[in-house]
């Protein structure tokens, strides 16, 4: 019979910047739901890719663009005092979109993106497409890309009726109008740039 295991207390953020430089986590609820190695190139390629898209349409303009790794207070409100002590959720998106700037602190970005976009890998996908997307639904995020590297397709969630619901399914030749920037399309054969 095996010793069962000891019941931890919540993670803190606090608990969580005493880690050795380099060492990452994501939590909701004061629980580690991902500790994920370090990306394959594919991943960064298409990371590089979205953020040369997005960083050249947002140049001059009132959002930005941030790619991984940068945490996210998901729940928190930059107007509201918050203390790291507290915080029992926050993420580290591959890209995500703020427009607004007071969110952006030193740090961290406290409070719902407008735009998140995972990669998804084996070990990621799951979380990717449940706990990350409820909890970013419960945010309030107002646009949530999955991008899937191994079928070459990007799903595209916007809100309804309270959550995230998929709305969109993009293969490696199409578009993406993005919905919180108005006048950009993402075309995604240069981000699937391997294409032969």
């Given at each position: 019979?095996?010793?069962?295991?000891?019941?931890?207390a919540p993670m803190t953020y606090k608990e969580y910047a005493t880690w050795p430089e380099g060492k990452r986590?994501?939590?909701?609820?004061?629980?580690?739901?991902?500790m994920a190695p370090s990306p394959t190139p594919e991943h960064q390629s298409i990371s590089i890719q979205l953020?040369?898209?997005?960083?050249?349409?947002?140049?001059?303009?009132?959002?930005?663009?941030?790619?991984?790794?940068?945490?996210?207070?998901?729940?928190?409100?930059?107007?509201?005092?918050?203390?790291?002590?507290?915080?029992?959720?926050?993420?580290?998106?591959?890209?995500?979109?703020?427009?607004?700037?007071?969110?952006?602190?030193?740090?961290?970005?406290?409070?719902?993106?407008?735009?998140?976009?995972?990669?998804?890998?084996?070990?990621?996908?799951?979380?990717?497409?449940?706990?990350?997307?409820?909890?970013?639904?419960?945010?309030?995020?107002?646009?949530?890309?999955?991008?899937?590297?191994?079928?070459?397709?990007?799903?595209v969630y916007l809100p309804r009726n309270g959550s995230l619901e998929l709305h969109n399914v993009y293969n490696?030749?199409?578009?993406?109008?993005?919905?919180?920037?108005?006048?950009?399309?993402?075309?995604?054969?240069?981000?699937?740039?391997?294409?032969?």
């Amino acid at each position: 019979m095996g010793i069962p295991e000891k019941e931890q207390a919540p993670m803190t953020y606090k608990e969580y910047a005493t880690w050795p430089e380099g060492k990452r986590c994501e939590v909701l609820d004061g629980k580690i739901i991902s500790m994920a190695p370090s990306p394959t190139p594919e991943h960064q390629s298409i990371s590089i890719q979205l953020s040369i898209e997005f960083g050249s349409y947002l140049r001059g303009k009132d959002c930005s663009v941030f790619a991984a790794p940068i945490d996210v207070y998901l729940f928190e409100d930059y107007q509201n005092e918050w203390i790291d002590e507290k915080v029992r959720n926050w993420v580290c998106p591959d890209l995500i979109v703020v427009c607004d700037k007071n969110k952006i602190q030193k740090n961290r970005i406290v409070g719902a993106p407008d735009l998140v976009v995972e990669i998804l890998s084996p070990a990621t996908a799951k979380i990717d497409r449940m706990d990350k997307r409820l909890a970013y639904g419960r945010a309030r995020v107002k646009e949530y890309w999955i991008v899937d590297p191994a079928n070459r397709l990007v799903e595209v969630y916007l809100p309804r009726n309270g959550s995230l619901e998929l709305h969109n399914v993009y293969n490696h030749k199409d578009s993406i109008p993005v919905r919180v920037l108005k006048g950009l399309t993402i075309d995604l054969r240069k981000i699937f740039q391997d294409e032969a």
